[in-house]
């Protein structure tokens, strides 16, 4: 099938080919001719399925008909993040091109003066969080009356977000008449509730879920204890990383997020982050940095990474296992694209053996583990005392790094070649929450600032001031794992019950 069948507008089809999309997606092709006729569309879509342009280009070729009039805006699309409704503003510059259409955003973040103006002038599209929209609304900035179609997208993210009522309350606001283009990756019963309620007779179209993860990914389980000695870990599998270009680093948690991006930075590592606490302007920032390789690790939480347009990424780590078994697929989707390779390191606790199951499960495979496995890790942080070394302890891996002269006189000459990951200049300061380290570990770089203490590689005896002691247990630790002994943990063995892959459709 091509974009000629589908009965866009002749500005729409120009468009689209100059963007070089040779035939529609799936989705694409089955929603567009119903969504031209007015029909209401439940998409059962993910990201990464084309189902934004699923809707664009025909509310394009929609909006080709009549004016948009001051305050009434014509067209609503509801968008659960800031970033979302972003790149739904940069999918209409880019297939719009050829329609002067006034497109207004409306997210937290920004200056409510410059959106109102927009919507001053006459919206023909506005594109909004459901809590912005709400908030203009309520202060008879706006008026939902004019709503032509109305996009609800990702709408079992905004249910994880707890939007659920503003999207009722936004579509008791807009005209019955209205055309509904509707949205969804998965149909829990409180959706499914909600497009009973809100959608009229609409055209039903599922795309499949990429249930599999492709073959171009290696995939391996890295062996871990608690938080700390996650940190330390990744910053190992970074260093030691092979082709590693640029990589991004899930968290389950907004907060981990916050806490990894910080200790990333003290490390000296090129890092940025992205999750929901940070302000509009710091997530743009960190996207942009990322994508224009200023920094090359962006530590995110899934539903700041969700749907976004990043570009393919060399290296996924999952430095929490995912405790929903799709996000894993998700996640480690940002590498591996168009036949590229990739690589997908995810670190593991013994507490995340139920979770490695449903995700071995999930895809089919049984996943490979890599380095040490939890038997012959080195006691986790709290059990360290000050004066201990962890000589050797990291066996391959903490061999080649304190092999590499990471701290010591030939740093230099691999900090150059790691350029792009690690900052030129590092701080030999560990955050809260890192390991004390013993003497081989303690070397600290030549370019260290200096400290009043005398002993500098010997400096782990507890002193006072020193901030190298190990630190209390961190209540983002988790409770404190105690010695585990040489048993393998059962789950290593536990045989993987194999369902059959649900083939991806694109
Ligand atoms: P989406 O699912 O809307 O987030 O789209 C995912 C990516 O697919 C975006 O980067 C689009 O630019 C791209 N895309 C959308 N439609 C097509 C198409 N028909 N052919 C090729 N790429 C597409």
Redesign the pocket.
Known sequence: MTFDELGLSDKVRAAVQA?G?????PI?AQAIPPALQGRDILGIAQ???????AFVLPMLSRLEQGRARARVPRTLILEPTRELAAQVEE?FAKYGVNHKLNVALLIGGVSFGDQEAKIMRGADVLIATPGRLLDFFDRGKLLLTGIEILVIDEADRMLDMGFIPDIERVCKLVPFTRQTLFFSATMPPEITRLTEAFLHNPVRIEVARAATTASTIRQALVASHGHADKREMLRQLIRNAENLKNAIVFCNRKRDVAILHRSLLKHGFAAGALHGDMDQLARMASLEAFKTGDVSLLVCSDVAAR?L?IPDVSHVFNFDVPTHSEDYVHRIGRTGRAGRSGVALTLVTEDDAKYVDQIQNLIGNAIEWEGPGFNELPPPLETTRPHESRRGGRGERGGRRERGGERGGERSERSSRRAPVERAERSDRPERGDRAEGPVAMGRPAHAPHRPDSEPVRAARPQPDDRRRPRRHHEDDGPPVIGLGDHVPSFLLRPVTLRPAKVAEE
Do not use: I, L
């Not at 999309?21 to 997606?25: D, E, G, L, Q």
């Not at 990201?47 to 342009?53: D, I, M, S, V, W």
């Open positions: 963007t999309y040779t035939s529609p997606t694409q990201t990464g399925t084309g189902k934004t342009a999918s749907g347009d």
